[in-house]
């Protein structure tokens, strides 16, 4: 089946690291993706990873991604306040000439002063 | 330089009517997608395109009818609004089986 979980709500103090943690069901993926949603605002791709690797760094961005165990993590170092947003991780599902997005339901990250 | 770029933004309507969402992207990309966020952030893939032929329609009411002009345009028509269409519909574009942006989406309010 196509499921994609993550926890609802993390909330950290400003200069900590925030670590945002997926489960995906599809081991066919062949991306996987962090979008950020901001309240009132469209969906910004923050990163992604392609299947066959274990991390990547982007700036204050770190994915790591652990296949056998289908677990995706995102880790944000000195989380600023500018970072409170929804997180939402997505599978890439192959569907014919084209894929789709599998989205998980969000994380809501709180930044406190 | 708008890369996805979705009119109108906000659309109010009664019941029963019907309406259009227009996409429009200018990165050069074959593949566009219609994505629905309902009231609980949930979201969900409703149709996709390549080059202007439909490849993926899922489950949606046939009362939702996409319609592609050309590559860089992805229109969504529905027909006999319910209250339960209300949600925030995003347009997407991507190379084939490629990084997928979102345009800004439309946030649509049936009364």
């Known amino acids: 089946g196509e499921d994609v979980e993550q926890s609802l709500f993390l909330s950290v103090r400003e200069g900590d690291s925030s670590v945002i943690n997926c489960t995906y069901t599809?081991?066919?993926?062949?991306?996987l993706y962090w979008y950020k949603q901001e309240p009132g605002a469209g969906l910004q791709l923050l990163t992604y990873i392609f299947s066959n690797m274990d991390m990547k760094q982007d700036q204050r961005l770190t994915v790591l991604l652990n296949k056998k165990d289908k677990h995706l993590s995102l880790r944000i170092a000195d989380t600023q306040t500018g970072d409170s947003a929804i997180y939402f991780c997505a599978e890439s599902i192959q569907g014919g000439a084209t894929n789709k997005l599998i989205f998980g339901t969000g994380t809501l990250l709180a930044v406190q002063p | 330089d708008t890369a996805v770029s979705q009119t109108p933004k906000y659309l109010v309507t009664q019941m029963g009517n019907d309406k259009s969402i227009k996409c429009e992207q200018n990165?050069?990309?074959?593949?566009m997608y219609w994505y629905k966020q309902d009231s609980k952030k949930f979201l969900k893939i409703m149709f996709s395109?390549?080059?202007?032929?439909?490849?993926i329609n899922e489950t949606v009411p046939n009362r939702f009818s996409p319609k592609s002009p050309d590559k860089a345009h992805l229109n969504l028509h529905i027909n006999s609004l319910e209250l339960g269409d209300s949600a925030v519909y995003f347009c997407?574009?991507?190379?084939?089986?490629?990084?997928?942006?979102f345009g800004p989406g439309t946030r649509l309010t049936v009364t």
């Open positions: 599809d081991s066919s993926s062949t991306y």
């Open positions: 990165l050069g990309h074959d593949t």
């Open positions: 395109y390549n080059n202007k032929e439909l490849i």
């Open positions: 997407a574009s991507s190379h084939p089986a490629g990084l997928q942006y």
